[in-house]
């Protein structure tokens, strides 16, 4: 597996569409925070999800999710799917993108790369443990994230 970009630009610069589920029922969510690295000897991704979102749920009961980007024309798409929720309506029905069934889990024709993922923890963060500043900033209303990680199993391009 080959992966080969400048790391700190994928999610922030491009975003990306998280999504767990199968054919029959998945949800999938923009994300702008995530890595990739290594730990226990394996190629990893990472995602923070809030507790809250829809997608929270897929993830919990999914053993897969799928990491996705997107050409830059696929922004104003990404932006929507980070903004309504799966509980209140059928974002894929106006998206515009193309589900696409992948060994393990779902992804859209129109993504440049995919990471299929096998999750192997899931760590909630806790605001208690982070600098006041940033616990502020990022969780004093809102609810709190629980990270994601997962061994990238395969790369789609």
């Known amino acids: 597996m080959d992966f080969n970009t400048n790391i700190f630009e994928q999610y922030d610069k491009k975003w990306a569409l998280l999504t767990a589920g199968d054919k029959n029922s998945f949800n999938t969510m923009t994300i702008s925070w995530g890595g990739f690295g290594t730990i226990w000897n394996k190629p990893v991704a990472t995602v923070y ?41 059928d974002k894929m029905k106006d998206s515009g993108l ?26 909630p963060l806790e605001p208690s443990n982070m600098n006041p500043d940033i616990a502020e900033q990022f969780y004093g209303k809102e609810a709190q994230h629980d990270m994601f990680i997962g061994e990238v199993v395969e790369i789609i391009r």
């Open 49 to 89: 999800v809030r507790t809250n979102r829809y997608t929270h749920e897929f993830m919990d009961n999914n053993e897969y999710f799928t990491v996705s980007f997107y050409p830059e024309d696929y922004k104003k798409t990404l932006g929507v799917l980070g903004s309504k929720s799966g509980r209140d309506m």
């Open 98 to 123: 193309t589900p696409r069934e992948v060994e393990n889990g779902m992804t859209f024709a129109e993504a440049e790369v995919t990471f299929v993922c096998r999750k192997l923890m899931c760590q």
